[in-house]
T-cell receptor, first 111, second 115 residues
Framework: SQQGEEDPQALSIQEGENATMNCSYK?????LQWYRQNSGRGLVHLIL?????REKHSGRLRVTLDTSKKSSSLLITASRAADTASYFCATDAWGAQKLVFGQGTRLTINP | EAGVAQSPRYKIIEKRQSVAFWCNPISGHATLYWYQQILGQGPKLLIQFQNNGVVDDSQLPKDRFSAERLKGVDSTLKIQPAKLEDSAVYLCASSLLRDVSETQYFGPGTRLLVL
């Protein structure tokens, strides 16, 4: 079963705009990670946020985590055409010792 | 450093046939994962190895799927016999340590189509 659910399933924006994707999950977690997958390629790790953290930044990426709402968001600022990809959140639940991926958000950046 | 290598990249077979996928992880990575990614979904863990031992194979359909990592380096995943619902991308990933918070590095995947 997939623990995380991303919202929206698909997002199309203009280059330069900000993109926000959300992830909701069901059980208590240790960490939440975000991965990117370009078409026809493997996944690339973007960022990890621990359950005791509320916000984390990496370059143009900003991730928030609200454990009370069991949700996370990924913000990509000043989007570029190269950001076109699918984005997945992945959680590791307490005691599970494995990642469970959501179904992903397909992001399209229009030039 | 070289990434995770997988072969073949594409495979088309008929149902009830057998197929095998190969993965070579990043050098020195002790943990190896096989995931199944069905179109439009996120990856689902099939099996996890720590060196040459199985850590988790709870979601591996053991009546038809098998995997091995005999020398603790490269790995093969086999499906025998294949069903239509096995059509998916099979992703291999590796990480330096077993800790689930470790970054997983993914290969490009093998796209399987079962007719």
């Amino acid at each position: 079963s997939q623990q995380g659910e991303e919202d929206p399933q698909a997002l199309s924006i203009q280059e330069g705009e900000n993109a926000t994707m959300n992830c909701s999950y069901k059980t208590s977690i240790n960490n939440l990670q975000w991965y990117r997958q370009n078409s026809g390629r493997g996944l690339v790790h973007l960022i990890l946020i621990r359950s005791n953290e509320r916000e984390k930044h990496s370059g143009r990426l900003r991730v928030t985590l609200d454990t009370s709402k069991k949700s996370s968001s990924l913000l990509i600022t000043a989007s570029r055409a190269a950001d076109t990809a699918s984005y997945f959140c992945a959680t590791d639940a307490w005691g599970a010792q494995k990642l469970v991926f959501g179904q992903g958000t397909r992001l399209t950046i229009n030039p | 450093e070289a990434g995770v290598a997988q072969s073949p990249r594409y495979k088309i077979i008929e149902k009830r046939q057998s197929v095998a996928f190969w993965c070579n992880p990043i050098s020195g990575h002790a943990t190896l994962y096989w995931y199944q990614q069905i179109l439009g979904q996120g990856p689902k863990l099939l099996i996890q190895f720590q060196n040459n031992g199985v850590v988790d194979d709870s979601q591996l359909p053991k009546d038809r799927f098998s995997a091995e990592r005999l020398k603790g380096v490269d790995s093969t995943l086999k499906i025998q016999p294949a069903k239509l619902e096995d059509s998916a991308v099979y992703l291999c990933a590796s990480s330096l340590l077993r800790d689930v918070s470790e970054t997983q590095y993914f290969g490009p995947g093998t796209r399987l189509l079962v007719l």
